[in-house]
């Protein structure tokens, strides 16, 4: 019996490597064998316990509670010398005694606050990758009802933790090679803008042949380890500052930007224009940010389109046009006439392009638009 059971979470797992939605229930099934009630499938930082995840079973209002007071007190994700703990890291199977004892876990502030309220006494982590200070693993939760997790469970999650870890890698590798839907890179293949995508820690992951030309071109860019970077230091930092907020886990920082980036024999500068991005396709964790860079060459000639909107900003076509209007100009009542609907849907979609480009306000939305199409001032 335990063997088709296996077998059947085995077939959940492989379908999950490669159809992002399929995460949740694979944990469910996961929890379900190795005694746990709860799951969570995150990326944390073992410098200050921040990151990202998905969860399953656990109240959707402790994330946001996780982010905003607990990160930092999380006793598992919060090392005093993160790269010396990363050096002695390995993937394996863990409980939480196996990091501090019980009896002193209960006198924590994590434990009363935040574990308790959810019903979680004990803890197995399955850790399956690592990056810098950061860590991937599930931690299956358990009440204290049900006590510690037994022997036998620890050794069925050992035996299917290679697995565990090999779907995952599946589905990094995939995220990585897909940031966007299809419909997306096709139009920014289309662009005629430079545009390049990269990932939250600046790596690019995807140039269309306009960016690749611009790239190529002396005194401009540079792609230093695979991370996009500029040849002049001054520009080289204050592109990375934007790259930085657009990439931001912390979505009060998170935030579109722009700049403009001379080059040697160039009478007008490329105007840049810097966008978070929430990565949808084979994301594994679908809400880590990303980020989109959009040059635009005055000397080209091009213009802003509502396809071109939509392909970097992820706007809906109703979002675009409202974009658009406002560029011109026009106010909401104004951009309701043109458009043939209600004020109301307008001011909606405008708060809707307003997150989607990161700007915070209406005159910030207009000077990034007009940036991207190399007619705003520097």
């Given at each position: ?219 401009g860019f540079c792609v230093v380890g695979g ?15 934007l790259i930085a907020a657009a990439a931001s ?130």
């Amino acid at each position: 019996m335990a063997g088709a059971v296996e077998t059947e979470f085995l077939d959940l797992l492989y379908d999950a490597a490669v159809e992002p939605e399929k995460w949740i229930p694979a944990m469910d099934r996961f929890a379900d064998l190795v005694g746990g009630t709860s799951s969570w499938l995150s990326r944390l930082s073992m410098a200050n316990g921040t990151g990202t995840g998905v969860v399953s079973r656990i109240d959707p209002v402790m994330p946001p509670l996780y982010h905003s007071h607990y990160a930092s007190q999380n006793l598992y994700s919060n090392a005093t010398d993160p790269e010396a703990f990363m050096r002695g890291w390995v993937p394996k199977i863990m409980v939480d005694d196996d990091f501090v004892a019980k009896e002193d876990l209960i006198k924590t502030e994590y434990y009363d606050g935040f574990l308790k309220p959810q019903d979680v006494h004990s803890i197995m982590f399955v850790r399956l990758a690592a990056r810098g200070v950061e860590i991937s693993a599930i931690s299956i939760n358990r009440p204290e009802s049900w006590g510690r997790f037994e022997t036998w469970q620890i050794e069925r999650a050992k035996r299917l933790h290679p697995h565990v870890r090999r779907a995952f890698r599946v589905a990094e590798t995939l995220a990585a090679a897909g940031l966007m839907a299809e419909g997306m890179a096709a139009a920014i293949d289309r662009s005629p803008y430079g545009v390049i995508v990269l990932d939250d820690t600046g790596y690019v992951r995807r140039t269309n042949g306009v960016a690749e030309t611009l790239l190529a071109e002396a005194g401009g860019f540079c792609v230093v380890g695979g991370r996009l970077s500029a040849v002049q230091p001054k520009a080289a930092g204050e592109l990375q500052a934007l790259i930085a907020a657009a990439a931001s886990p912390d979505v009060a920082v998170r935030k579109g930007g722009s700049m403009t980036l001379a080059l040697p024999g160039r009478r007008f500068p490329l105007s840049v224009t810097v966008a978070p991005v929430v990565s949808q396709a084979y994301a594994v964790f679908d809400h880590r940010p990303a980020v989109i860079v959009c040059v635009n060459d005055p000397q080209a000639g091009a213009q802003l389109s509502e396809e071109m909107l939509r392909a970097l900003f992820g706007l809906t076509r109703a979002e675009a046009r409202v974009a658009i209007a406002i560029t011109r100009g026009e106010t909401s009542r104004q951009a309701a006439s043109t458009l043939g609907v209600s004020v109301h849907t307008v001011r909606n979609q405008l708060q809707s392009v307003l997150e989607k480009t990161g700007a915070s306000r209406q005159s910030e939305l207009v000077a990034l638009l007009m940036r991207a199409i190399g007619t705003g001032s520097a």
